[in-house]
């Protein structure tokens, strides 16, 4: 994992040397060449080629199509896959980089730092985007040192969700699974754990860790990153969380089995584990409710809680893409002009449109969309999420849409990809039981530090 990214820097450092020599230092604003504001205004034109952006399915033909309407002389190409770093490094060493790019809002510091990405000042300017629709959490994870450099899209939060089928077989109740007391969440889970021999056969709660730590560090009161971007992996309620999941993994199984149940399922399959009831509960991303509605007719009984610190308040780490110009983009123009609109209210308004007829088509449950766009959220709310036809998924719902107010961004970093990947890497150490919570965490705040450092420079 180190030596990975180690090499993802190095080829970074490589491809923008070869690639965007003279288009302009990361503190320019604009489009590729160094476009000013009024350069981003107007109809765009021509070619637009995107990476990391699949638009297979509903939502996503839906506002391709807004777009489409908006800017008919403009030709759309987009690859079918996840932004791929290795690929996008090569495309800029090439110069023949992406026009845009979606990719993972917590990249961003880091690509924003080396140059790879533009700042969006003149874009947000030109095109005259409204970024007071964004969610302040939305903007804050794609803005580093005062600027912004992309423009949000999906909105993704965690909350409790719970097989009630289980939790009534063990003779609990829903209110058994919460966040607030570590000790009796790590009791209940205990008791719901089965297992034949070393064969887990049911887990009373997945606390979704490894990925996720930082979750589980701001329960406990920690932010892994500090508001300067500087890491704070070893913080001691950071330390205080990890230990905690371990418990937790240790008394359902230990990590070799535990890692081994999990991977046995499709989580995205009819015999995920809420729905065959080989799960009580775990802390789930928001889309998942959206996922377990297409099986409601297959035997799911939902419910859930939310996600709260250790006073009992919700809370949630977030997630989710971003739309960004690479240095050298030779279409900057059109490339603000597909951000502005593919995160627009009106375009979200056409998704969830397409939404409600693929939900009524397959008789199912409309969940929400879940986006970085405030009032977007409450007008697809207000028209097309109808409670009432089961109880359970209607508080899950009414949990995402609480988790969405309380959700925190971790700080932006021009170090965060190699935060993110030295916590990872300690996390696992951790869990193979290398080494304890402290002496994990301890090494990657090393790590993590040192690659701040660099930027510091």
Known sequence: MRRSRVLLTIGLATALTAGCAGVGGSSGGGGGGGATSAGFGGQPTGALNIMGFGGDDDVAKA??????????????????????????????????????????????????????????TSCIEGQQIDTSQYRPAALKSVTLKNVVYGIPEFY???????????????GLTTADIQTKDWNALLATATKMFKADGGKIEHVGYDSKIPDSFPLWALVNGAQIVKDDGSPNLNDPKAVEALDFNLKLVAAQGGWTNFKS??????????????????????????FYVNVL???????????????????????????????????????????????????????????????AATVASKNTLFTGLYTANTKADQQIRDMYVKPGKDAGFDRAIANVYTALDAGQALNPSAAGAEIDAAWKSAVSRALSGSQSAQAALDQAQQEAKAAYDKTAK
């Open 293 to 355: 509605a297409g099986f409601l007719n297959k035997g799911t009984t939902l419910d859930s809680t939310s996600v709260t610190d250790r006073q009992g308040q919700p809370v949630s780490t977030i997630g989710g893409q971003a739309w960004v110009i690479p240095k050298g983009a030779k279409n900057p123009v059109a490339a603000c002009a597909w951000a502005k609109t593919m995160t627009q209210t009106d375009t979200w308004m056409a998704a969830a449109k397409a939404r």
């Open 156 to 170: 993704t939060v965690s909350v409790n969700l719970v097989d009630t089928t289980s939790l009534q077989q063990a």
């Open 261 to 286: 149940w999990r991977d046995s399922f499709d989580i995205f399959g009819d015999q995920n584990p809420i729905t065959a009831h080989k799960l009580s509960a775990f802390p789930m991303d928001s």
């Open 63 to 120: 506002r391709i199509a807004v777009f489409q309407q908006s800017a008919p002389d403009v030709t759309v190409t987009h690859n079918k896959g996840d932004f791929d770093a290795q690929q996008f490094l090569t495309a800029l060493a090439s110069g023949n980089p992406p026009d845009l790019v979606y990719m993972s809002r917590a990249l961003i510091g880091s690509y924003a730092a080396q140059g790879a990405i533009q700042p969006l």
